[in-house]
């Protein structure tokens, strides 16, 4: 965990799974704690992520919101990540949205490929299974 000012950054990368989850979320409330104005979470590095790191993800977002801080989720994410968030159909709970350009194809075509996500308006945060752990 880092802190700019009064931005925490999280940096995850690696696998984010029933092991590592457990890191995270100590990670989101020691930076909670320190009272940001952002938690921003990078998963750009993440290789893996099941449905407990997906958990850890969402609780970190509803503590963020409970604590009244912002969310930001960045990445690029990787394919492993993309799929997940597709196929539970959890993006708006995360805060992301499709980029505006997709958005109007979907309008157009009545559909989604739910393949990438718009983070610019998202807090963003980085996290990292080994890094979190240290």
Do not use: K, N
């Not at 990078?42 to 290789?47: A, E, W």
């Amino acid at each position: 965990m880092l802190l700019a000012g009064r931005y925490g950054l999280v940096p995850v990368a690696g696998e984010l799974d029933l092991a590592t989850a457990p890191a995270v979320r100590d990670a989101v409330r020691a930076c909670l704690d320190s009272q940001p104005a952002l938690l921003r979470i990078d998963i750009s590095g993440v290789s893996f992520c099941d449905c407990s790191g997906l958990g850890a993800l969402l609780w970190a977002r509803a503590e963020a919101v409970r604590a009244g801080v912002g969310f930001h989720l960045s990445g690029p994410f990787q394919p492993v990540v993309t799929r997940i968030v597709d196929a539970t159909g959890t993006a708006a709970r995360l805060g992301l949205a499709p980029p505006p350009a997709q958005r109007a194809v979907e309008q157009r075509e009545g559909g989604g490929s739910g393949t990438t996500f718009d983070t610019a308006q998202q807090g963003q945060v980085r996290a990292t299974s080994r890094e979190v752990a240290r």
